[in-house]
């Protein structure tokens, strides 16, 4: 309509109203004034519905409908209207007739993501700048004034290379050909997401390949791949932001803007968004609860050391020294607190226990015990300090005061207090002769019969029998020790038995001997029985068969039996129970 109104000298308003059309109505694209321009230049159906699709057609939720995909409004319509110079100029050397009424404005130039004209490898350029929709789509009178700057070259822009993302847009808008991951997502978002993504890896990976490219190009060649090459390069992005203002804002910048307030309720960019959130949940250590793009973790996955510091409630500086002596964060490692993160699942029982460090004044409460009681438990290594004094002055763990207490009196009675049999723990140990750290072992173990005074509480209401306490320091333990055990069963050698004591497959129990004023290894009766439940001998399996060792030893290898050695270590002839059955019991 504007290059017929242009070739009659006429403004576009000028030409409908001789033609009795409405020109707010023919630029919303109304069907009747659609209708009469078909007839008027003998347009069929197809031809005027490929000239309407290239016309940005509006629809609900101020939105657009062009080249058969769904826009935002003002990725069409904007009060500057672009064009490539170099076309206009050949237009008007195509013909005689007037400029205006032979230069021809293209429906893609004003697609905001289109930037560079393929024909001419120019960037387009502002034509004109109007607000009124009436005025600014009146080609025609705009040409017109544009005439000689258009002839002279004055609007021409320098070369410019034509990118990869400007021909996968071309082929999209042309001909609908997408042979990329992006073929399943709107040119909408899927052009604005390119341009921010580029962005984003030539700000923080400068001085590489991509950074005499455009930002357009780079961010597509890297989503093109799909999400594995997504994901990849949004991790490097991530890794190259440090210092104190870590965080996901700042290294993602206008496409994490972008995706979380301007395009938030916009399901067409789900899919970034997911595969953004997913880095970011990798790489910061994001609290339970707190909103990324729409979703929140039930529980971190990741802690750093300030987000350790504000859960567990201490300095930076002192939760990253509790954090090096217990091993989940590296001495060596100089990133910053809030860059320097670690698996949350297995860092959280460290957590945990540093909630619960408390001052030894605390601790002593917590336990029941005067200064002095404390200071013999410490010393017989009863309780220890999680971290040393000079790391923090909280170096107790209330959970093992708790623990101490639990185990000492799970099976505790109520004390007679009366019954002058009765002693407290401390003062029997005393009266016996026996380490505090002994008595409290063989209270542990049952040896000794523990009760619980009526009027006192924790450690203080901890009694015992004297008489059960007297026998620790008395005669010899009346059970084997473990050396006289491993002869009976042939693993005296080597210090098999000890060995395998040392790594946790048997029990004994650990008892005073008054006549070596030594503590040992013993077996129960219960001990016995748990080992040969569950192991023999070669020994013990030479006296049951009547055989000699060497010929058991081969039948055993034979049908693929071999000795108990877990992870290589060496226990000596010892053979799982049920190994052995199957072969030879």
Not at 110 to 122: I, M, P, S, T
Request: aromatic share 8%; hydrophobic share 40%.
């Amino acid at each position: 309509m504007s290059r017929a109104a242009g070739i009659r000298g006429l403004s576009l308003s000028g030409f409908c109203n001789e033609l009795g059309l409405s020109t707010k109505r023919l630029i919303n694209l109304d069907d009747r004034q659609t209708k009469v321009i078909a007839e008027m230049f003998g347009l069929q159906d197809p031809a005027l519905q490929e000239l309407l699709s290239w016309s940005p057609q509006p629809l609900a939720s101020v939105q657009v409908r062009f080249r058969e995909e769904d826009f935002v409004s003002r990725a069409l319509i904007n009060p500057v209207v672009r064009g490539c110079p170099a076309c206009l100029r050949e237009d008007i050397d195509s013909s005689t007739v007037t400029p205006q009424g032979q230069m021809v404005m293209r429906g893609d130039w004003q697609l905001r993501y289109v930037e560079v004209c393929l024909r001419h490898g120019q960037a387009l350029v502002p034509l004109w700048n109007i607000a009124s929709p009436l005025t600014r789509y009146d080609f025609a009178t705009c040409l017109r004034s544009i005439t000689d700057d258009v002839v002279t070259g004055r609007l021409d822009q320098p070369h410019q290379p034509i990118t990869s993302y400007d021909l996968w847009l071309d082929d999209r808008l042309s001909s609908g050909t997408d042979l990329t991951w992006l073929s399943t997502h709107p040119i909408d978002t899927a052009a604005k997401f390119c341009q921010l993504l580029g962005a984003e890896i030539i700000q923080f990976i400068p001085g590489g390949s991509d950074s005499k490219r455009s930002a357009r190009e780079v961010g597509f060649d890297c989503a093109r791949q799909g999400p594995d090459a997504l994901t990849e390069t949004l991790l490097d992005v991530a890794g190259k932001v440090d210092g104190p203002q870590f965080s996901p804002q700042k290294a993602f910048g206008r496409l994490y803007r972008w995706l979380s307030q301007e395009m938030a309720n916009d399901t067409r960019c789900d899919p970034y968004r997911d595969i953004l959130r997913e880095v970011i949940f990798k790489t910061w250590a994001i609290p339970a609860g707190e909103t990324i793009l729409g979703t929140s973790l039930s529980t971190p996955r990741l802690y750093s050391v300030l987000t350790a510091a504000k859960e567990i409630g201490r300095s930076a500086p002192t939760t990253r020294q509790i954090l090096e002596h217990v091993g989940i964060v590296d001495f060596g490692d100089d990133r910053h607190n809030a860059r320097l993160t670690f698996d949350a699942t297995l860092a959280r029982p460290a957590i945990a226990q540093a909630k619960r460090l408390v001052i030894a004044t605390a601790m002593r409460k917590r336990l029941g015990v005067s200064s002095s009681q404390f200071e013999i438990l410490i010393r017989q290594n009863v309780i220890q300090p999680v971290v040393p004094q000079a790391v923090s002055k909280l170096q107790w763990d209330t959970a093992d005061a708790d623990a101490l207490l639990d185990e000492l009196t799970k099976d505790a009675i109520t004390v007679d207090v009366d019954d002058a049999n009765w002693l407290p723990l401390g003062v029997a140990a005393g009266r016996a002769r026996v380490d505090i750290k002994q008595a409290i072992y063989a209270a542990r173990k049952g040896l000794v019969q523990v009760g619980r005074h009526p009027g006192l509480v924790g450690y203080t209401s901890l009694y015992v029998l004297w008489s059960d306490m007297n026998k620790l320091r008395g005669d010899k333990p009346d059970v084997k020790t473990l050396g006289v055990f491993a002869r009976e069963v042939g693993l005296n050698e080597n210090g098999a038995m000890p060995a395998l004591f040392n790594a946790g497959h048997i029990s004994a129990t650990e008892l005073f001997n008054p006549a070596t004023r030594r503590n040992g290894l013993y077996v129960t009766d219960a001990d016995i029985a748990a080992f040969h439940a569950k192991f023999t001998t070669l020994k013990l399996l030479s006296m049951r068969k009547k055989m000699d060792g060497r010929v058991l030893t081969r039948r055993l290898r034979e049908v693929g039996v071999y000795r108990f050695a877990p992870d290589g270590q060496d226990f000596g002839p010892i053979y799982l129970l049920d190994d052995v059955r199957g072969a030879l019991l």
